[in-house]
């Protein structure tokens, strides 16, 4: 995708992800164009979609939770992170991490396996 054209890259990816329902990089970059484009709705109904196809999938399961952050959705992102992933630990509040202070500081705690 072009940057700067994410509204010219969603209906290929869309094409492309409708006819190859295996292939989960066409519905992730068409979820990340939904985004770039401010389709947040949108975008969010698509990540799930490959996420109930792909549980499993680390990248979409990460890519789909900084979604969710950038939704302020930060406790379903949570969910699907821990779902999917492991804890290294627990964010701890006495060392100030949680879900509310942002996506990559959040983060920094989580190992995924998959």
């Known amino acids: ?3 700067g054209a994410p509204e010219d890259a969603i209906p290929i990816l869309k094409k492309l992800a409708e006819r190859h ?3 989960i990089q066409y519905r992730t970059s068409l979820a990340q164009a939904q985004m770039q484009a401010g389709q947040q709705d949108v975008a969010l109904e698509t990540f799930a979609h490959a996420y109930s196809l792909f549980p499993r999938n680390v ?5 789909y939770a ?3 952050v950038r939704a302020n959705q930060p ?3 949570n969910l699907i992170i821990r779902i ?3 804890l290294k630990e627990p964010p701890s509040p006495s060392k100030g991490e949680g879900w509310g202070r942002g996506f990559d500081e959040t983060l920094s705690g989580l190992r995924c396996s998959g």
């Not at 990248?59 to 890519?63: I, Q, S, V």
């Open 21 to 23: 329902d295996n292939v």
């Open 66 to 68: 900084e979604a969710l």
């Open 75 to 77: 406790r379903r992102a």
């Open 84 to 86: 999917g992933c492991s």
């Open 59 to 63: 990248p979409l399961t990460m890519h």
């Open 1 to 3: 995708m072009a940057a």
